[in-house]
């Protein structure tokens, strides 16, 4: 998936940037990961566009579904083809989709309305990401597993990375044994990548 070389804008499921984390069980492994903080562009254009790319945003999602807030970690709430979405430097609204691109295009001009928007093609779908998040998810809010697993105790948070395509785990160590009990007890799916990080210091 191409990417521009400044710092993007995450608007598909932000929010889940700290699902994994907040069911944490350790107090202290609270999350570290932060969705990107707005870059401002001081012209005219970019404002417009992105006040445009929000309104995009919001359709597409209502689209989805009404209840698509509340619904947000739902897997099922996206459909098959759609990557996920951000916005670009120039405040334009990018939209990763899976399979055909220009059918896909065609698609979601008429859901959106408008055409002035771009589409990138991606290897997997939102949702399939989200599935994986499930079971990261799952695994931490399971009582039955030792606080001592060597998992516990280098987790540092998870997420979904559109702009990767992948889902990121942080850990705060990367050792081979920690990498392969992650992949034995929760996934072992390809989308998965894992990154050395820290956990956010106590409030």
Same mark, same amino acid.
């Given at each position: ?12 499921? #932000? ?7 907040? /069911?944490?069980?350790?107090? +202290? ?13 001081? +012209? ?20 989805? %579904? ?27 609204? &990018? #939209? ?6 220009? @059918?896909?295009?065609? =698609?979601?001009?008429? #859901? ?5 928007? =771009? ?18 998810? @799952? ?6 597993? %030792?606080?001592?697993?060597? &998992? ?9 990375? &559109?702009?990767?395509?992948?889902? *990121?785990? #942080? ?5 081979? @044994? ?14 998965? &990548?894992?990154? *050395?990080?820290? /956990?956010? @210091?106590?409030?």
């Amino acid at each position: 998936m191409k990417t521009t070389s400044l710092p993007l804008i995450f608007f598909s499921m #932000i929010l889940l940037v700290s699902v994994a984390c907040d /069911r944490q069980k350790k107090n +202290t492994a609270e999350d570290n990961v932060t969705a990107p903080a707005i870059v401002a562009d001081s +012209t005219a254009n970019s404002a417009k566009n992105n006040e445009q790319a929000m309104k995009y945003h919001e359709k597409l999602m209502e689209y989805f %579904s009404d209840d698509w807030i509340e619904r947000e970690s739902d897997p099922y709430l996206y459909p098959d083809y759609y990557g996920g979405s951000f916005i670009d430097n120039s405040g334009t609204f &990018v #939209i990763a989709v899976t399979g055909n691109q220009e @059918a896909n295009r065609l =698609k979601l001009a008429d #859901i959106l309305g408008g055409d002035d928007f =771009k589409v990138e093609t991606v290897q997997y779908s939102y949702r399939q990401m989200m599935q994986v998040m499930d079971k990261i998810d @799952a695994f931490l809010a399971d009582n039955t597993i %030792s606080q001592e697993h060597p &998992v516990l105790v280098q987790f540092a948070g998870a997420y979904p990375d &559109v702009m990767e395509n992948r889902v *990121k785990v #942080i850990l705060t160590g990367m050792d081979q @044994a920690v990498i392969s009990a992650f992949k034995k007890d929760i996934s072992d799916s390809p989308l998965l &990548v894992f990154e *050395k990080g820290e /956990r956010p @210091a106590l409030m």
